[in-house]
Nanobody, 124 residues
Framework: QVQLVESGGGLVQAGGSLRLSCAAS????????VGWFRQAPGKEREFVAA????????YYVDSVKGRFTISRDNAKNTVYLQMNSLKPEDTAVYFC?????????????????WGQGTQVTVSS
């Protein structure tokens, strides 16, 4: 069992930065891939970024490439999402999720555990 808690969301102006954290319980966190997803009001949940436990490879949706960076610190059981050059269209609730899979990480059905989410609001 893995429990995930997101933090770091908030209100920021366009062009600003935020760093989201996803803190996990569980001694085997290092064997889980972690993804970030987001859901804006009236829209479906979408994949944002992921990091594979097996290879360390990272994956991003095209709209955030070059602006967002996912990283992990297994010693702290934490995954981060550094978000720079934020845009109003990045406004959403951001969720982290953990998966035992190491591929197809943009597919939310691959994930076994989900956090409760943190709100990110970017003002224009």
């Amino acid at each position: 069992q893995v429990q995930l808690v997101e933090s770091g969301g908030g209100l920021v102006q366009a062009g600003g930065s935020l760093r989201l954290s996803c803190a996990a319980s569980g001694r085997t966190f290092g064997k889980y891939s972690v993804g970030w997803f987001r859901q804006a009001p009236g829209k479906e949940r979408e994949f944002v970024a992921a990091i594979s436990w097996r290879s360390g490879n990272t994956y991003y949706v095209d709209s955030v490439k070059g602006r967002f960076t996912i990283s992990r610190d297994n010693a702290k059981n934490t995954v981060y999402l550094q978000m720079n050059s934020l845009k109003p269209e990045d406004t959403a609730v951001y969720f982290c999720a953990a998966a035992t899979a190491w591929g197809d990480l943009n597919n939310d059905s691959k994930y076994n555990y989900w956090g409760q989410g943190t709100q990110v609001t970017v003002s224009s």
